[in-house]
């Protein structure tokens, strides 16, 4: 099983990026699929959740800003980044069950 974020990059503040996860290897469309994040010198964070029925949860910090999605058909899962802001700076990772992505960068700075 192989889960690979891409999307990451450089933004500006109140810029936009978009990431996916795509999975490899198994199917996921029962599975609720989430992303995490870990900034420089912290812990690792919870991001955004999305369950098999499509139903969605987000971290407060994140609400109204991030979108969370998923196409079964692609077995892939995406976050819409919006109104990015410097804290965000950080590698974001996608997790299903035990399995982990290897992270994409996401820098806001300008």
């Known amino acids: 099983v192989q889960l690979v974020e891409s999307g990451g990059g450089l933004v500006q503040p109140g810029g936009s990026l978009r990431l996916s996860c795509a999975a490899s290897g198994a199917t996921f469309s029962s599975s609720a699929m989430s992303w995490a994040r870990q900034a420089p010198g912290k812990g690792l964070e919870w991001v955004s959740g999305?369950?098999?029925?499509?139903?969605?949860y987000y971290t407060d910090s994140m609400k109204g800003r991030f979108t969370i999605s998923r196409d079964n058909a692609k077995n892939t899962m995406y976050l819409q980044m919006n109104s990015l802001k410097p804290e965000d700076t950080a590698v974001y990772y996608c997790?299903?069950?035990?399995?982990w992505g290897q992270g994409t960068q996401v820098t806001v700075s300008s």
């Open positions: 997790n299903v069950q035990k399995y």
């Open positions: 999305i369950y098999s029925d499509g139903s969605t």
